[in-house]
């Protein structure tokens, strides 16, 4: 079955430091793929996307992703943490199914706390 | 800037009522979604609208119906109230756009609201 895996559900980092977040998905095809943050209190945000071409995509914000097609991950990334950064990160997937509909699962999402 | 508003950031509510909940989007977008969120089990889509008049069930319906006679205002009720449906309410839209060959339309990105905070006592 198509699925979506976030395998930390909290990561606390130091201001400063670097970060990773996993994003991991079981699927036969390349399907597109999403990081949406969601700020405390508020709805979420699109961070960046991946649908073709350079496996390495930057969004806003600072934040980089890559699409790894071996490793079926699509990890977030930033080189250097602000306390602003601290919110909920979301990995989402766009998988087709029969008949050329489209589903979009959702990752259970990473809760990221910045100490200061 | 895509504008998603929904009609309350809180609301609380009592078991057996009926609850409206308003999503209005601004960009003219085609597809527009409801999901609830809820501790450890992510977002959960309970119904979505690709057109006027237009809805699909998604994975957890029961309980919810939707309305969309305006293609910018999509509405999701809660038939019934009950304590089990306390949680929080996003609303989210998005342009189809046609991909590959067959060019069936699809999704694509999401627009999200600020959520609504549905309480049921």
């Known amino acids: 079955a198509q699925s979506v895996t976030q395998p930390d559900i909290h990561i606390t980092v130091s201001e400063g430091a670097s970060l990773e977040l996993r994003c991991n998905y079981s699927?036969?095809?390349?399907?597109?793929l999403f990081w949406y943050v969601q700020s405390p209190g508020q709805g979420l945000q699109l961070l960046l996307k991946?649908?073709?071409?350079d496996t390495l995509v930057q969004g806003i914000k600072g934040f980089e992703a890559e699409f790894k097609r071996s490793q079926s991950s699509f990890n977030l990334r930033k080189p250097s943490v602000h306390w602003s950064d601290a919110a909920e990160y979301f990995c989402?997937?766009?998988?087709?199914?029969?008949?050329?509909?489209?589903?979009?699962?959702w990752g259970l999402g990473t809760s990221l706390a910045v100490n200061p | 800037d895509v504008k998603v508003t929904q009609s309350s950031r809180y609301l609380v509510k009592r078991t057996g009522e009926k609850v409206f909940l308003e999503c209005v989007q601004d960009m003219d977008h085609e597809n527009m979604f409801w999901y609830r969120q809820d501790p450890g089990l992510g977002l959960r889509l309970i119904y979505f609208s690709y057109d006027v008049k237009m809805k699909e069930k998604g994975d957890i319906p029961e309980g919810y119906s939707v309305s969309r006679e305006k293609k910018e205002r999509f509405s999701l009720i809660l038939e019934s109230a009950s304590t089990n449906q306390t949680s929080m309410y996003l609303c989210?839209?998005?342009?189809?756009?046609?991909?590959?060959?067959?060019?069936?339309?699809?999704?694509?990105?999401?627009?999200f609201g600020p959520g609504t905070r549905l309480t049921v006592l």
């Open positions: 989210a839209s998005s342009f189809i756009f046609v991909w590959g060959l067959a060019g069936r339309l699809s999704y694509n990105e999401q627009f």
């Open positions: 989402a997937v766009l998988f087709r199914r029969a008949g050329n509909n489209r589903k979009l699962i």
């Open positions: 699927y036969g095809a390349t399907p597109y």
């Open positions: 991946y649908f073709s071409g």
